[in-house]
């Protein structure tokens, strides 16, 4: 027969982690954590201004193009 406590984890209950360690712990984190440069700050800001002006261009473009077909269409008999 299996092991219930395998299956549903330990039957003991566990402590729970105080705010001192917890703050260790994510100070200690933290410290792991590798800042970009400024250069690649730089970098990422054009790459992702650049996509945002070609996306709302094309967005901007299927606006008005849609908006003319329609336009068009609700206007032809008249």
Do not use: H
Not at 1 to 26: C, I, L, N, W
Request: no cysteine.
């Amino acid at each position: 027969m299996a092991d219930s406590g395998a299956v549903r984890g330990s039957q003991e209950k566990d402590d729970r982690t105080g705010p001192v360690t917890f703050y260790k712990q994510v100070v200690a984190e933290l410290r792991k954590v590798v800042y970009p440069t400024r250069e690649q700050l730089v970098t990422y800001f054009i790459v992702v201004m650049v996509f945002v002006v070609v996306m709302m261009a094309i967005v901007a473009g299927l606006d008005l193009g849609f908006g003319q077909l329609v336009f068009e269409i609700f206007t032809a008999g008249q």
